[in-house]
């Protein structure tokens, strides 16, 4: 079964830092997405990326995050100086363009940030 | 504003019975719910969704059922396993997006061999 990858699976940094994680999205899907949780709240929506452009982002997603598809295959997140409470878990996402079955996101397995 | 709300942190239930899910929504204009998966340390599977144009959708042992006048849908797992203790979350479009997905906070669910 198709499925979308993430790397690094776990990334420890020192405050301002930059960090750069990477996604493989499954290969037909025309959205792309990044969302995060932070330990013991909820998933949160950061971007949505189509067309090699962002479609919508969050207030979380501000300045210091920017993404990036450097080609075909692969979709980045790149936090630019981390802060403590970038500390989370990292979750790149893709759907299909068109139809119901296109409103479902397929997650991949998260990169754990831990900023000390 | 907490647009998807599962009210019940956790659920525990004996191995061959039923579990029964919770969520309840606040915005009429949600028409797509989905029903996610979430193993510790790993992403949100999916596991089942529903349009608001049905009451209920069955795949296997998972059944989702919405009651859009009440706001409520709920997803029921029978038979449940052992394997199947995870959080499960809730999720629609936010509104105004067909793509952003909104979460609810989770119902740990386990089962009891």
């Known amino acids: 079964e198709p499925e979308v990858t993430q790397t690094p699976s776990h990334q420890v940094t020192q405050m301002g830092q930059e960090v750069i994680l990477r996604c493989v999205p499954i290969?037909?899907?025309?959205?792309f997405y990044w969302y995060r949780q932070i330990l013991g709240q909820k998933v949160e929506f950061l971007v949505s990326f189509y067309n090699n452009e962002i479609s919508e982002k969050s207030e979380i997603f501000d300045d210091q995050f920017s993404v990036e598809r450097p080609d075909g295959s692969n979709f980045t997140l790149k936090i630019r100086s981390t802060k403590l409470e970038d500390s989370a878990m990292y979750f790149c996402?893709?759907?299909?363009?068109?139809?119901?079955?296109?409103?479902?996101?397929?997650f991949g397995e998260g990169s754990w940030l831990t900023v000390v | 504003d907490q647009q998807v709300k599962q009210n019940s942190p956790s659920l525990s239930v004996q191995e061959g019975r039923i579990s029964i899910l919770n969520c309840d929504y606040t915005n009429s204009m949600f028409d797509y719910f989905l029903w996610y998966k979430k193993y510790p340390a790993e992403g949100p599977t999916f596991l089942i969704s529903i349009s608001s144009i049905k009451d209920k959708n069955e795949d296997g042992r998972f059944t989702v059922f919405l009651n859009k006048s009440a706001k409520h849908l709920s997803l029921h797992i029978v038979p449940s396993q052992p394997g199947d203790s995870a959080v499960y979350f809730c999720?629609?479009?936010?509104?105004?997006?067909?793509?952003?997905?909104?979460f609810g906070s989770g119902t740990q669910l386990t089962v009891l061999p």
């Open positions: 999720a629609a479009p936010a509104s105004g997006s067909a793509r952003q997905l909104t």
């Open positions: 996402a893709s759907s299909e363009a068109l139809g119901a079955q296109g409103n479902t996101i397929y």
């Open positions: 290969s037909n899907h025309l959205y």
